[in-house]
C-alpha cells in the first residue's frame, strides 16, 4: 500500500536547490566490477526511502567506480514513460559531452559500446541518481565529433541509456578506490 505524503512543489523561498541539469561529473562501473549490488531497503521505516539505495555497491577487488567529465551546458537525465497503462517502467536517457579526443577517450569509446553499467549521475542540486541495475543494466555510446571551427569543439556525445522499473537515487559512498583482498 502506498504511503503518499503532501507535494506542493516547488518549495520557493525555502532555499532548495532547483538548477536543472547535471553537475560536472558522472560516475560509471561495468557491472562486471561488481561483486555485490546495493538496493533499496526492502521495508524501509520512512515510505520514501522505498527507492534510495543506502547501502554502498561492493565492488570485485582491484575495481572501483570511474569518473567522467561533464560538461555543464550538456548534461541531462531524462526518464520517459515505458510500457503501456497496465505494464510500466521508465525509459532512462543521459546525454553528455566530453571535449577533446585522448587515447584513453578513444578507448573508452570503443569499450564502452559493448559492455554494461551502473551510473551514478550527479544532478545539479547534489543528489545522485542511479542508472541502470543488476539485471537491467544501463550501455554507453561515446560518439566523436570533430565539430566545425566555429563550434563547441571536438569532442564525445556520451549517451546513456536504461530500462528500468523504478526511478533511483544513490545515497551511499561511492567506491572509487579499488577494492582490496579481504
Not at 118 to 130: F, N, P, W, Y
Amino acid at each position: 500500500m502506498s504511503e503518499y505524503a503532501g507535494i506542493m512543489q516547488p518549495p520557493f523561498g525555502t532555499g532548495p536547490n532547483l538548477m536543472p541539469g547535471l553537475a560536472q561529473v558522472l560516475y560509471f562501473a561495468s557491472v562486471n566490477d561488481i561483486e555485490t549490488f546495493g538496493t533499496p531497503e526492502a521495508n524501509p521505516a520512512n515510505a520514501v526511502d522505498k527507492y534510495v539505495i543506502k547501502t554502498p555497491h561492493v565492488m570485485k577487488v582491484g575495481k572501483m567506480f570511474h569518473k567522467m567529465y561533464v560538461s555543464i551546458e550538456k548534461g541531462q537525465l531524462k526518464y520517459e514513460k515505458l510500457g503501456g497503462r497496465d505494464a510500466t517502467g521508465f525509459n532512462v536517457n543521459a546525454t553528455s559531452y566530453m571535449p577533446g579526443d585522448s587515447p584513453e577517450q578513444n578507448y573508452f569509446a570503443n569499450e564502452a559500446q559493448g559492455d554494461r553499467f551502473i551510473i551514478l549521475a550527479k544532478r545539479a542540486d547534489g543528489k545522485l541518481a542511479q542508472v541502470g541495475l543488476e539485471d537491467f543494466p544501463a550501455t554507453m555510446h561515446a560518439l566523436h565529433d570533430s565539430e566545425t571551427v566555429t563550434g563547441d569543439g571536438s569532442g564525445y556525445g556520451v549517451n546513456i541509456q536504461a530500462y528500468m522499473p523504478f526511478k533511483l537515487l544513490y545515497d551511499a559512498a561511492i567506491p572509487l578506490t579499488p577494492a582490496a583482498e579481504e
